[in-house]
């Protein structure tokens, strides 16, 4: 029900930086959450951060200090900014939210970031 749509993917060498956008369709005043998993070749797909209502935040391990999860407007655009990108880093990266009114989560297409030199 949810429709979210991203941006900001694309090819970035070793060290450089991208920043990913999250639009989403609904108002914030129901949203429990939004967030961003990614899915490399030949791996599942894993949490990668996670924005609350309340604003608090969390990361997986391998991007923290690194990569910084973000929102702002009336029907929320979530943000991942992306630093010092590693070749590990590259995979499709999906943004999905949580509202009240959901049994379960909605997702996006996924967007592909690739970092290569």
């Known amino acids: 029900q949810v429709q979210l749509v991203e941006s900001g993917g694309g090819l970035v060498q070793p060290g450089g930086s991208l920043r990913l956008s999250c639009a989403a369709s609904q108002s914030r005043f129901d949203m429990v959450a939004m967030g961003w998993y990614r899915q490399a070749p030949g791996k599942q797909r894993d949490m990668v951060a996670t924005?609350?209502?309340?604003?608090?935040?969390s990361y997986a391990d391998s991007v923290e200090g690194r990569f910084i999860i973000s929102r702002d407007g009336e029907k929320p655009t979530v943000y991942q900014e992306m630093s010092s990108l590693k070749a590990e880093d590259t995979a499709v990266y999906y943004c999905?939210?949580?509202?009240?009114?959901?049994?379960?989560?909605?997702w996006g297409q996924g967007t592909q970031v690739t970092v290569s030199s």
């Open positions: 999905w939210s949580r509202y009240a009114f959901q049994t379960g989560n909605s």
């Open positions: 924005i609350t209502a309340g604003g608090a935040t």
